[in-house]
């Protein structure tokens, strides 16, 4: 089944004690995203990658470092967590080989409480 | 990228067509209009997409004014499951960003 999964599904950590949040794809696609969801903010981007070891920064970079070694996998590192980073968060995969036209694939989600 | 603006909320009776509107009128020739849906606090689902002319699949049918200025998603039947915020986004070909405003969250009652 085509999918994108996320772990872990729920978090909660205290301020400055780093973490990962993973994301994998099994549909060779070449572009993925993270984004986060705030009440009354909607979906914002965060980082993006177009294919391995190609990164670059959305909408709301700060706080957050992602790496692309390899193409299935899009790892969301927060090195020092602050409370201003409780947010729900989201992978997303996309195939632009065929155009970019395509839907965007998301996740679960991953519900994230730094205290 | 163009902005897009949609009413807060919407009611609708189960078995009846839900409209969505969406006005996009800044959007520019090489941008797609997409639609996506979101329950509670899932991952947002893919609904439909479009660049001018009227689209439909299984899910819905979207229809786009001929000025490209608005939209509107058209559930035919709807259920009680479609009870979901609903994203108008537009999306500049060949890049995966889509900016995600507010949405309308469709209330489907029996």
């Known amino acids: 089944e085509a999918q994108v999964t996320q772990n872990p599904r729920y978090l909660i950590t205290v301020t400055g004690k780093k973490l990962t949040v993973t994301c994998s794809q099994n549909?060779?696609?070449?572009?993925m995203s993270w984004y986060r969801q705030d009440p009354g903010l909607g979906l914002r981007q965060i980082y993006y990658s177009m294919n391995v070891e190609v990164t670059d920064k959305g909408d709301v970079p700060e706080g957050y470092k992602v790496s692309r070694k390899e193409k299935r996998n899009f790892p969301l590192i927060l090195e020092s967590p602050s409370p201003n980073q409780t947010s729900l968060y989201f992978c997303?995969?996309?195939?632009?080989?065929?155009?970019?036209?395509?839907?965007?694939?998301f996740g679960p989600g991953t519900r994230l409480t730094v205290l | 990228d163009a902005k897009t603006t949609q009413p807060p909320s919407m009611d609708c009776a189960e078995g009846r067509a839900a409209n969505l509107p969406c006005n996009h009128s800044?959007?520019?020739?090489?941008?797609?209009v997409y639609w996506y849906r979101q329950i509670h606090s899932q991952g947002p689902q893919y609904i439909i997409h479009g660049l001018k002319n009227n689209e439909t699949n299984e899910m819905a049918s979207l229809i786009i004014t001929e000025d490209r200025k608005s939209s509107t998603l058209i559930l035919p039947h709807a259920t009680l499951r479609d009870t979901a915020v609903y994203y108008c986004i537009v999306r500049v070909m060949n890049t995966g960003k889509l900016i995600f405003g507010q949405g309308t969250t469709l209330q489907v009652k029996p």
């Open positions: 549909m060779n696609h070449e572009y």
């Open positions: 997303a995969s996309i195939p632009t080989g065929t155009g970019g036209y395509n839907e965007q694939f």
């Open positions: 800044t959007i520019s020739g090489n941008e797609y």
